[in-house]
């Protein structure tokens, strides 16, 4: 069976709790001053059963006061109950209603015309037509109106019917999903603790279950569930759910409405969303850059600015891609509907269908965003992956998060996400990268070995960290170093001498360069431990572009070794002057420089670089009482 959110919408005073009352025989005015005053002030809920579906009603308030509290009331809305009074007709909250529960992407509308017993035919005539040129412009065009009457019951039956048909028509996803349930109220009663009602919109909650609180990021437990006053084990996506909270994270003090529970790390908090926005076309105001609105996103009322990305202004009727800033964060989700409602005086104006629900920030969109954007919002699950990756660039994106990112549900994306987690690389934190992303790493890798190489023909190899500059500063963790080893199982590089090389890559010395190199082992072979510093080298030699390179050269085949910056040593004379130290002074300790001149007969200028060498090889040790040699 069918489990369907049903919301009533009218004016106030036009029936909407007594309609619900006669449907369902529950009375949804809870609060002492709803009662006095015969208005819905808080939303109030009552259960309709009918032959293929379970009704979860919503009764919201109808007074413009309390408009914030319809719109929380209207978030995850299947189907509504527009209420017109028979005797009164269309009035101004009528018409925002109709205007809030389109903009929330409502579908299926049901009218009831209450209170017709105080009406003759033809002014019950009137009232339907003023009713049919209220739809006329909205996707409501047609809807079927049923006169009613809550004190004579009539109308009854077949308004049930109605609903039932609407029922029918709505197409809802019962698969698997992730947790989410915005919270329209919280309260506490004693014995149970903190308890938090909402519209389940996604996944399956259970008693027991270890849930997070949004945005605040508060954890805690199911300890009871309830579906329409019944004791339940789990409540499933389209439940009217009343849960009752144990843990750190139960404070009522620190929950209320606008906060969302969830389950699963995919889901977090978010100062941004990007949205494409229509306007009202009967709207007085136009939305213009970094304006201060109202948004409202789940059970979630926030002030926001507006960065427009497209123009400067989106006027009454008109459309445009916008960043909404927002002063506090919120959760939502790709698909999500959100409503804007002018700050002061306080009016809806417009409304949208998020994009993206944590965006980068963004001041201005070219065709390729914009074309991602679209996709997001208009492409199967295929698209929208590419889309995510594509919008998501050298930054890269997480696969656990693309049914918070896509709006598609774990069923949904199901074949979509297995393919992709054979790809996850571990070595970027599991992150995902376009094909156009992936192929400029590999290009730019490439290139940059390639350049080395021609720069410096004499070095073997690249060093890894030269080479993950080929990639933009910017560009994920580990992107750089999961290209090279893609790439080396490519055989398209090769690690070689702890870097990389290009597998063609041969260190091949000209005849001028071999001549120069035998001078320069020539020049260290007779200096013994005490040659010139590279800066003091005979002009032949100082003044070659390729000297550095000569010396790695000579160091990478063994025959110099560095001391220190510029000091360079014959490695045979090297490996005589640690014999002899080890021979005259092994196992002695407490031994100062002087003590280094035998073994290794050179200036001071030499000495200490060359202990200093010595200690990094081990050859020596420090301590308090002087260096010591060991055995």
């Excluded at 009454?316 to 700050?343: K, N, S």
Aim: hydrophobic share 45%; net charge negative; with cysteine.
């Amino acid at each position: 069976m069918k489990r369907l959110i049903l919301g009533t919408a009218g004016h106030i005073d036009h029936g909407k709790t007594a309609l619900v009352r006669a449907l369902t025989g529950v009375d949804t005015d809870r609060l002492k001053e709803e009662k006095a005053r015969g208005i819905t002030i808080e939303l109030g809920f009552a259960e309709l059963v009918l032959p293929e579906a379970r009704l979860g009603v919503v009764d919201v308030p109808g007074h413009e006061a309390f408009v914030r509290a319809m719109v929380a009331g209207a978030a995850g809305m299947d189907l509504v109950l527009l209420v017109v009074a028979s005797d009164e007709g269309v009035m101004p909250q009528t018409r925002e209603h109709v205007a809030i529960v389109e903009l929330l992407g409502v579908r299926q509308l049901v009218v009831a015309l209450t209170k017709r017993d105080l009406v003759d035919e033809e002014w019950l005539e009137l009232v339907r037509s003023d009713v049919e040129d209220l739809l006329q412009p909205t996707p409501y065009r047609g809807a079927v109106s049923v006169p009613t009457s809550a004190t004579s019951e009539l109308g009854m039956d077949e308004l049930k019917e109605a609903l039932a048909l609407a029922a029918e028509a709505v197409q809802k996803s019962s698969g698997g999903d992730l947790v989410r349930l915005p919270l329209d109220r919280v309260f506490t009663i004693q014995g149970t603790g903190t308890v938090a009602t909402g519209t389940l919109w996604s996944g399956t909650l259970a008693k027991g279950d270890r849930v997070r609180i949004l945005p605040d990021d508060l954890d805690a437990r199911v300890r009871g569930v309830q579906v329409h006053g019944r004791e339940v084990e789990q409540a499933t996506a389209g439940d009217r759910t009343a849960i009752s909270l144990t843990g750190e994270g139960a404070d009522r003090t620190a929950v209320g409405r606008g906060a969302t529970l969830v389950s699963d790390p995919a889901w977090s908090p978010t100062w941004m969303l990007t949205a494409r926005v229509r306007m009202l076309p009967d709207t007085a105001w136009k939305l213009e850059h970094n304006q201060r609105v109202r948004v409202h996103v789940g059970t979630a009322e926030v002030m926001a600015r507006c960065a427009l990305l497209e123009s400067e202004t989106i006027r009454a009727g008109g459309a445009g891609w916008v960043q909404l800033r927002l002063e506090e964060p919120v959760v939502a989700r790709a698909h999500d509907r959100l409503v804007i409602r002018a700050y002061s005086p306080v009016a809806t104006i417009g409304g949208g269908l998020i994009a993206e629900a944590t965006p980068p920030k963004r001041t201005r969109i070219d065709d390729s965003v914009r074309a991602g954007l679209e996709s997001l919002l208009e492409g199967d699950a295929g698209a929208r992956v590419r889309a995510i990756l594509e919008l998501a660039g050298w930054h890269g994106a997480e696969v656990a998060t693309f049914p918070v990112s896509t709006g598609l549900s774990l069923d949904e994306l199901g074949p979509t996400l297995q393919a992709l987690e054979t790809q996850r690389d571990p070595r970027t934190a599991g992150r995902l990268f376009s094909a156009q992303i992936t192929s400029q790493a590999e290009k730019r890798i490439v290139a940059a070995v390639t350049a080395a190489h021609a720069q410096d023909p004499l070095r073997p190899a690249i060093s890894l960290a030269a080479v993950r500059t080929a990639l933009p500063a910017w560009a994920a963790k580990g992107l750089a170093d999961a290209t090279i080893a893609r790439l080396c199982e490519q055989t398209v590089l090769e690690m070689a001498d702890g870097g990389v090389r290009l597998p063609r890559h041969v260190v091949a010395l000209t005849q001028d360069q071999k001549a120069a190199a035998n001078d320069l082992r020539a020049l260290l072979a007779e200096a013994g431990l005490a040659p010139p510093f590279v800066d003091e080298f005979p002009a032949s030699l100082k003044g070659r572009g390729d000297l550095w390179s000569l010396l790695k050269f000579l160091e990478g085949q063994g025959v110099v070794s560095p001391v220190a910056d510029g000091y360079y040593v014959s490695t045979a004379e090297l490996e005589k002057g640690i014999a002899a130290v080890r021979e005259m002074l092994g196992g002695q300790s407490g031994l100062g420089p002087s003590a280094f001149r035998e073994p290794l007969p050179v200036t001071r200028k030499h000495l200490i670089p060359l202990l200093n060498h010595l200690d990094g090889l081990g050859i020596t040790m420090r301590s308090d009482e002087g260096p010591s040699v060991p055995h």
